[in-house]
């Protein structure tokens, strides 16, 4: 579990670094909020390496990325493309939050299992 983890941490660290790429390339609105998202991810990941989280906080973020996923796929004008195109950012940010969706969860299903065989 902690490779996967580790994998993670490396990964939402790149995802934020490329976010600042995403801000120059096609001038993302409130980059502010995309970086914050894969960089709390990141650091819900490291903090993982070392230490179990609450569920609660691995779903909750789940449920969250989930539901603005949704929101943001109302965005996508489909006609115009889905991935990299400037004008039309909701498909790459759908696609962000699914990884952070299925990437919480998972870390929620595979970890409540180790903190029940503690108690």
Same mark, same amino acid.
Not at 21 to 28: A, F, K, P, V
Not at 85 to 110: H, M, Q, R, S, Y
């Given at each position: ?6 994998? $993670? ?11 600042? /790429?995403?801000?120059?390339?096609? $001038?993302? /609105? ?30 909750? $973020? ?29 498909? /790459? ?24 065989? /503690?108690?």
């Amino acid at each position: 579990m902690k490779l996967f983890c580790i994998i $993670g941490t490396l990964l939402f660290s790149l995802f934020s670094y490329w976010q600042l /790429n995403d801000l120059d390339q096609y $001038g993302t /609105n409130l980059w502010q909020g995309w970086l914050f998202t894969y960089a709390l991810t990141a650091l819900a990941c490291f903090i993982s390496i070392f230490k179990k989280l609450s569920t609660w906080i691995y779903s909750g $973020g789940a449920i969250l990325a989930l539901a603005h996923a949704c929101l943001r796929l109302l965005a996508i004008q489909m006609e115009r493309g889905i991935f990299f195109v400037p004008d039309n950012p909701a498909g /790459n940010e759908t696609g962000g939050l699914l990884i952070v969706a299925v990437w919480l969860g998972a870390l929620a299903f595979k970890l409540k299992p180790m903190r029940a065989a /503690n108690l």
